[in-house]
């Protein structure tokens, strides 16, 4: 079977993200899945092992300087050198903000078509893609070239399928073009004990009914009493309730956990575009008419005040 690229999405803290795992499933519909590490030094070898047990047949390891120490640009050149050595049936990489611009540099370089956001791969290269916020499904093809997809997070069960994987070094060879934008300094996030919200199982969301931001400390002690992420609806990070990095929805993160839970979100369709794949959603609103009903599996219509008090209690008691 013919090799199908993927694209890591990792880091040195936190790993082998779960993205990655679902295109070396996805991939493995496609062909032999090659996983392609971009990094440091090392990078690749901190990685196999987890790789490998999702089915990584080969890592592509593209290390040192010339890729790490500057943005997306090298990426794009080394696996465009990659994909005309190794003719791939397909390339996959994760529809984050690096993973479609690599992508977008790559179909250049290859004169290539492009599907973006893709939440299911055919195994003739066919994607399947939301479109208008979820709104509608439609099947597109790329009619030049090879497929070059990128994968929507959360869009599959990521499914084990150990291999042992041989390690090829890529000769990296950057441009004096692809290192017009150098990396001077890099900052480490501060890490919580809460989940990182694409990673999570539990999701508990506060939207514009939350009604400030201080208010916010009720949507995050009930998810730190489910083990859970905290998200937030696009109008509560517009309203300053909520940094930025936490939207959930078309324009923020898309998720898809076993449990969501909406707390003073009414559930526009921008906001539905990035949850309503969770498992399980439980939505608590005082309007009745709210649209988030019509996608919760359990709502209850109350004032989010009294109700969550509520419900921590009640986990309290069975902890």
């Known amino acids: 079977m013919a090799e199908v690229l993927v694209v890591v999405e990792a880091s040195q803290a936190a790993g082998v993200k779960k993205v990655t795992l679902e295109m070396l499933t996805i991939a493995r519909t496609l062909g032999t899945p090659s996983a392609v590490v971009l990094g440091g030094e090392g990078a690749a070898a901190q990685f196999a092992d987890k790789l490998g047990e999702y089915g990584a047949a080969k890592i592509y390891a593209g290390e040192g300087e010339d890729v790490d120490g500057y943005l997306v640009a090298p990426k794009a050149t080394v696996i465009a050198e990659l994909v005309k050595s190794v003719q791939p049936a397909a390339v996959l990489l994760a529809s984050t903000q690096e993973g479609k611009e690599i992508a ?76 017009l934008a150098k990396v001077v300094e890099r900052v480490a996030e501060k890490k919580g004990s809460r989940p990182e919200l694409t990673e999570a199982g539990v999701v508990v969301s506060g939207g514009r009914g939350v009604g400030n931001a201080e208010n916010f400390s009720l ?63 439980v939505a608590v609103n005082k309007d009745p008419e709210a649209p988030i009903f019509e996608l919760a599996d359990y709502g209850v219509v109350g004032d989010l005040f009294k109700v969550v008090p509520q419900a921590a209690d009640e986990i309290r008691k069975r902890k």
């Open 104 to 179: 977008g540099r790559l179909a250049v370089k290859l004169d290539n078509g492009l599907l973006t956001d893709a939440v299911a791969l055919d195994a003739d290269g066919t994607a399947t893609q939301a479109i208008f916020a979820g709104a509608g499904i439609v099947k597109s093809k790329v009619t030049r070239g090879l497929p070059i997809v990128t994968i929507r997070p959360n869009s599959t069960t990521p499914e084990a399928a150990p291999a042992t994987p041989a390690v090829e070094q890529l000769t990296v060879q950057a441009s004096d073009k692809d290192k």
């Open 219 to 281: 949507v995050e002690e009930l998810a730190d009493l489910l083990g859970g992420a905290v998200g937030a609806s696009r109008a509560a990070v517009d309203s300053g309730f909520y940094p930025h990095q936490f939207q959930v929805g078309q324009t923020g993160k898309t998720v898809s956990p076993q449990l969501y839970v909406a707390l003073g979100i009414s559930g526009a369709i921008q906001h539905r575009a990035g949850m309503q794949t969770s498992k399980t959603i």
